[in-house]
């Protein structure tokens, strides 16, 4: 998993660095920020919220959307029947026969045979056991229901599709993808890395002439493996993982690079934390099981033990899902860490501290 190379820089360098950094913000005025973490941490889906506030999408971004919406439905039908398959669970004699109709599809023209095949086909009790109890062995798309559930709309020829849709589109990241917004006149460029093992590699060249890097810990993936194996524990993975990144010299030369941390997914976290105890797969933790703020609170400690960083900004508990929250952090971060640290320059605002509440944009730390 290592991603790092050893540098050394001197405090005479490190403030040149810090003067060049801030005389070439003050000509171009942008903002870089790296988002970082592993596979399935929720990078892409925070981008994708950012993009929807601050800049108008294209038609062509309608239609990439729609096309990635279908390809998600076609590939989870085609992952529910393998998962079946591979477990002997029966499926109906119709439910096969819906399925060779569902794999024919054309991803951007369906037919109305293709939109009853995959109402029909998630109806089947089979496919409903796999995604009931097979979902996280198999690493079935978390919004499979989400997808089935609107088949019929996202069938549709004159299909638009919505923000709860573009949030829930699911395309792996691969290389390195930059996207800028503007807010109140300054640019602000995200670079999107792809999270999974084969990807990392590719990390080292975006440490250069960043200004924050957002960190992202899916906290409901407790008790899932990594899809490279079904071994590895994915929180484990992206602590370890944090670790090497945050340790890395490459970052440290220039200790002025906030950290920022975005405990992630708190409302799939707060679901599961009820039913699958956090304990079962972190004996240390000795918290109520019922109190999910508790487990947050746990796993949130864990990070900042992970930390090997020079310079840990603050720490979030968020939401990629939510338009609100996701906006609420952001302001935060703008106005707290990037216009201080980029520009020197206080902010007007501030932000409560304290404990976990039921507000997910809560600064625990």
């Known amino acids: 998993m290592g991603v790092c190379l050893a540098t050394s820089a001197t405090p005479h360098d490190i403030a040149i660095n810090k003067a060049m950094r801030r005389d070439k913000k003050e000509r171009d005025k942008t903002v870089r920020i790296l988002l970082l973490g592993a596979g399935d941490s929720g990078k892409s889906t925070f981008l994708k919220q950012m993009k929807c506030a601050h800049a108008n999408l294209s038609l062509a971004d309608f239609q990439t959307y729609r096309r990635i919406l279908r390809d998600n439905l076609i590939d989870s039908a085609r992952d529910l029947f393998s998962a079946a398959q591979n477990e002997n669970i029966k499926l109906s004699k119709p439910t096969k026969k819906t399925y060779t109709t569902i794999l024919a599809a054309d991803t951007m023209d369906w037919t109305g045979d293709t939109i009853e095949a995959l ?12 995604w009931r109890e097979y979902r996280l062995e198999y690493h079935l798309l978390w919004c499979t229901d989400y997808l089935f559930k609107h088949v019929e709309r996202i069938g549709a020829s004159n299909f638009r599709p919505t923000e709860d849709d573009i949030f829930r ?4 990241t691969t290389g390195v993808k930059e996207t800028t917004i503007q807010i109140k006149g300054i640019n602000i460029c995200f670079i999107d890395v792809g999270g999974q093992r084969s990807e990392r590699r590719k990390w080292l060249g975006c440490f250069d002439n960043v200004d924050a890097i957002i960190y992202l810990v899916a906290l ?4 899932m493996s990594i899809e490279e194996n079904n071994t590895t524990n994915r929180l484990d993975e992206s602590l370890q993982l944090l670790e090497q990144v945050s340790g890395c010299k490459a970052l440290n030369s220039d200790n002025e690079i906030p950290f920022i941390i975005f405990l992630n997914k708190f409302d799939l976290f707060r679901t599961k934390s009820a039913y699958v105890p956090l304990s079962d797969y ?20 864990k990070v900042r033990q992970s930390f090997k960083g020079a310079k840990l900004a603050n720490t979030y508990v968020t939401c990629g899902l939510d338009t609100r929250n996701c906006a609420r952090v952001f302001k935060s971060i703008y106005d707290e860490i990037l216009l201080d640290n980029v520009y020197g320059i206080a902010s007007m605002s501030s932000s409560t501290r304290g404990s976990v509440s039921d507000s997910p944009s809560s600064i625990i730390f």
């Not at 109402?119 to 796999?130: C, F, H, L, N, R």
């Open 282 to 301: 972190f004996p240390e933790y000795k918290g109520d099981q019922k109190d999910w703020r508790k487990g947050v609170r746990f796993i949130g400690k």
């Open 119 to 130: 109402a029909a086909y998630w109806k089947d009790p089979g496919i409903k056991k796999v």
């Open 169 to 172: 589109a699911r395309l792996k």
């Open 220 to 223: 409901d993936e407790y008790n």
